[in-house]
């Protein structure tokens, strides 16, 4: 089942990227809600680097709000340069490759999420835990008949 199964049946795609040379107040805009990685291309759309909603916290300590939620002074982003910020040349895996190369990496290495590209690293989709441990109840589930 695990062993089997590539990373193309679950990876999310399209994927919500930024561009290297975008704004902070972009990247900003784009980690609201649920979005927590996002991935950073160039001009090729290949993956130069990774951005995560805990990179945005280091750079600007939130604080709680009462209803449970995060606020921090956006103006504080302005004097940032995101490719200074920025995971540079994260890891990345393939369509091709299997769930369980994915999982391991994660375990491994802490990962949040691993970027999907091409041989090329032009960017494909993207695997969060979240995706693979969806995945993984829906194959535990009975079949329904």
Known sequence: MF???KLEKIMIRPVICVNEEDSFDLVEKKLRGKIRHLPVVDSKGRVVGLFSQRD???IVSPHRTE??????DPAMLYDFILKRQMTP????LTPEDPVSRALDAMIRNRYGCIPITDEKKVL???VTTEDILKWALAQLQPAKT
């Open 3 to 5: 062993r089997d199964s």
């Open 56 to 58: 945005l916290f280091r």
């Open 124 to 126: 494909l989709g993207i």
């Open 89 to 92: 040349e994260p890891f990345t």
């Open 67 to 72: 209803e449970g939620g995060y606020v921090y």
